[in-house]
């Protein structure tokens, strides 16, 4: 299996995923059941209160934020769960899935660059959120 970890906004997750599911979820699904659909409201609410926040690494805040601060927001907001500040706080945490087994609000992480990782939030679809845009 390889490693998905790395910041973007709204893309398709390239073969080779690393995911975690911080929280214990009910298994894959053909389609979104309640549950998925009410962490899918959740956290698009959440992503439109960051939406146009610039990429900043070690941001925290509207001014700025990395991926891991941005992850972090997300999860305390939307599901009023604590998760660490950086990424590999947050890969350490969750247990590893597969792929296939991808549920909305499971995090996946991914490289774009040797040592740099990265991570988002799957929104179903092939789709997830993460901070990644100098531009926001």
């Excluded at 053909?30 to 926040?53: E, F, I, P, V």
């Excluded at 296939?100 to 609000?105: A, D, F, N």
Aim: proline share 4%; glycine share 12%; net charge positive.
């Amino acid at each position: 299996m390889g490693t998905l970890q790395g910041c973007s906004s709204t893309v398709t997750a390239p073969h080779g995923v690393k995911a975690s599911r911080p929280q214990a979820q009910p298994g894959p699904a053909s389609s979104l059941s309640h549950a998925q659909q009410l962490r899918l409201n959740k956290l698009q609410g959440s992503y439109r209160h960051w939406q146009g926040t610039p990429y900043r690494y070690g941001g925290d805040s509207h001014r700025g934020i990395d991926c891991s601060a941005f992850v972090q927001q997300v999860y305390r907001r939307a599901f009023h769960v604590s998760l660490p500040r950086t990424t590999l706080g947050q890969v350490k945490r969750g247990v590893e899935i597969n792929r296939w087994q991808l549920q909305v609000g499971d995090l996946v992480f991914f490289r774009i660059s040797r040592g740099v990782r990265h991570v988002g939030i799957y929104m179903g679809q092939g789709r997830f959120i993460s901070s990644a845009s100098s531009r926001g």
